[in-house]
């Protein structure tokens, strides 16, 4: 078990860092992972997924491996979304190129015959600090690895997976811009280390969870009706980076320096339930994180944050016929992340037609009903040559420069 920790850890790790290196120089995703057959269908999967895939949205659908079904291996699915409404990505890479300029051109200032250069060059620089004042950008990656072991009497499965998530905001201070604005208008005259005074400031938060669990499911009888539940507990490793650096030097290489990273251990637990109500009805309840964690980021340059996990309970219901699944997931509490951050719930609704026996197609929309997150609109399709190798691709689109993409590979033995 130690081994295959290790290996995914290294395969994890490459996938969720790029988005967090990205985020900086540029809201979040629904949940705390990524399944490519559940996110083109709107992010639903309490009452939808399949038994190899139901390790990572409710354990209990384990149980609802046919007699021929074999073991399943998800390796890997993998994902990220990205918001960057303000275009802050393209922004800041304008802003470094104005500061160097600025920089340049006032360090080496010797007649006053270069003064005009000075001016035009603090005049294109206060004009860029105006237009990201207040921008922020933010993006999620996952990445997920699972070993699902179906049978009558106790179905389970093995799962690893990393989730992160970054944010960026630009504080710019209006000292900075009616200095620049003054040096460009010629009211006010630069003098040598002027340009270190400048209190203009970059935010960057991210976080990245590593989950190991070992889920385990049993079907019940409650009141002479067959019910299934699942629980997933887990060990958890959480890696924390509060990036505070003057938008003047602001480097995508220095967010995950050590100066600005803590980490932290713990336990929780994924548990669910499921139950057909008829042959093409059936009821899921998901219940993520159930012990709640108040995790704290260093402080650096006097900012502080705190990354919030804490329980997100959502049931959902699916009609599935031999050709067609269609489902509903509602979230009945917040998805919370770092304190500073506003709330989000989701819903979603989503389909899924088995056009061909190898040829799946999906679509779906998901919502935040707090109106702090994107809602975006998803599609995907799968492809199960043999029924022993599945790929399933997933996109999601949404207002303000969002848009996301998920990939995941799937064997059967």
Do not use: C
């Not at 139901?54 to 209990?60: C, E, F, K």
């Not at 149980?63 to 303000?86: C, E, H, R």
């Not at 997933?232 to 600005?260: C, G």
């Amino acid at each position: 078990m130690a081994k295959l920790i290790r290996n995914v850890k290294s395969f994890t790790r490459p996938v969720v860092f790029p988005v967090l290196l990205l985020a900086p120089l540029s809201v979040l995703a629904a949940g705390n992972y990524y399944d490519a057959r559940n996110d083109a269908m709107g992010g639903t999967g309490v009452a939808s997924s399949t038994y190899g895939t139901a390790v990572l949205a409710n354990p209990a659908l384990m149980t609802k491996a046919k007699p021929d079904d074999t073991v399943s291996v998800i390796f890997p699915a993998a994902g990220l979304q990205v918001t960057d409404k303000n275009k802050l990505i393209d922004k800041v890479d304008d802003l470094t190129d104005s500061v160097d300029r600025y920089r340049d051109i006032a360090n080496n200032l010797s007649s006053f015959a270069d003064y005009p250069k000075v001016q035009a060059a603090a005049g294109d620089l206060a004009n860029r600090l105006r237009d990201i004042r207040g921008n922020q950008a933010s993006g999620t990656a996952g990445a997920a690895f699972a070993v699902t072991v179906p049978n009558d009497t106790l179905p389970f499965a093995f799962v690893t997976k990393a989730y992160g998530t970054a944010h960026v905001t630009a504080d710019v201070t209006q000292s900075d811009i009616d200095y620049l604005q003054g040096v460009a208008n010629g009211t006010v005259i630069p003098l040598p280390g002027d340009q270190n005074k400048l209190t203009s400031t970059g935010l960057g938060r991210g976080a990245i969870v590593y989950d190991y669990g070992i889920a385990v499911a049993h079907e019940f009888t409650v009141a002479g009706h067959p019910v299934s539940f699942g629980i997933t507990p887990k060990l958890q490793r959480t890696y924390l980076y509060n990036y505070s650096a003057s938008v003047y030097n602001y480097d995508k290489s220095d967010f995950t320096n050590d100066r600005y990273k803590s980490t932290n251990s713990g336990f929780n637990i994924d548990a669910g339930a499921a139950t057909d109500i008829t042959d093409s009805w059936t009821l899921g309840l998901s219940a993520q994180n159930l012990i709640s964690r108040d995790i704290d980021t260093k402080e650096v340059n006097g900012y502080k944050d705190t990354y919030q996990i804490s329980p997100v309970v959502t049931p959902g219901v699916s009609f599935h016929t031999e050709r067609l699944t269609a489902a509903l997931d509602v979230d009945v509490t917040p998805t919370k992340r770092f304190k500073t951050q506003e709330e989000s719930q989701y819903a979603g609704v989503g389909a899924e037609y088995r056009l061909l026996s190898w040829l799946q197609l999906r679509a779906g929309y998901r919502a935040d009903m707090k109106s702090n997150d994107t809602n975006v609109v998803t599609a995907g399709f799968g492809i199960s040559p043999f029924d022993k190798v599945h790929l399933d691709l997933a996109g999601m689109k949404g207002d303000d420069r969002t848009w996301g993409a998920v990939a995941q590979l799937n064997f059967t033995f």
